[in-house]
């Protein structure tokens, strides 16, 4: 079973940031945090993964808080093209990948 | 080059036919992932293959039989389908296998009828 609870769906307006929840009450210490999205007939694409610190990179930012049981994960200024399903995964260096429902995110133009 | 290509895109195919699907990647990926997607559901791990080696196996039918040639390609073949077996199937590559997770890179997938 997946580690992760996230909503069902979300809108987000064109340019505004999108900020996704993501709760992960059950981690342990070794575990990491990753997200990747699914857009529409395509192969899921990697975003972006954390141990206990924040992250960015040039498609998002993974806020995770301090007692790790939740992160964000914040698109800044999102596109129509960001529409997708976004999973939040929680691993550790042994595990299996092992996707959630994720959420929808529509983008509103 | 951070590509997983697969091949075809799209297959129709008779519950007594053999197909197979192929992924190719050139990032020296040692390792090399099956999984099967239905309509509205996540991804679901099938098969992984570690240094051209099958390491793990979901408890697929024997069906759905995978093949890792060498480094690059990984193939799926297929014979005496069942329509539900009718899904998305998608090849990912890291550069590491379980344990030592690494990022997945995923293909585009083979969109499989079975009639």
């Known amino acids: 079973d997946a580690k992760t609870t996230q909503p069902t769906s979300m809108d987000c307006a064109e340019g505004r940031a999108a900020n996704l929840p993501c709760n992960h009450s059950?981690?342990?210490?070794?575990?990491?945090v990753y997200w990747y999205r699914q857009i529409h007939s395509q192969g899921p694409q990697y975003i972006i993964h954390g141990l206990k610190n924040n992250e960015t990179n040039e498609m998002a930012s993974l806020i995770i808080t301090e007692d790790r049981k939740s992160s964000t994960l914040i698109l800044p200024h999102a596109t129509l093209r960001d529409t997708a399903v976004y999973y939040c995964i929680v691993l550790n260096r042994d595990d299996k990948i092992i996707f959630g429902k994720g959420t929808r995110l529509h983008i509103l133009p | 080059d951070t590509e997983v290509t697969q091949t075809p895109k799209h297959l129709v195919m008779g519950m007594t036919n053999k197909k197979s699907l192929k992924c190719e990647q050139h990032m020296g990926h040692r390792a090399m992932y099956w999984y099967k997607q239905k309509a509205k559901k996540p991804p679901e791990l099938m098969f992984v293959?570690?240094?051209?080696?099958?390491?793990i196996n979901e408890s697929v039918p024997s069906r759905f039989s995978p093949e890792c040639p060498n480094s690059s390609l990984l193939n799926l073949h297929l014979h005496a389908l069942q329509p539900e077996d009718s899904a998305l199937y998608l090849c990912a590559s890291s550069r590491q296998s379980p344990p030592r997770q690494e990022t997945q890179y995923f293909g585009p997938g083979t969109r499989l009828l079975v009639l």
């Open positions: 293959y570690s240094y051209e080696k099958l390491s």
């Open positions: 059950t981690i342990s210490g070794n575990e990491y």
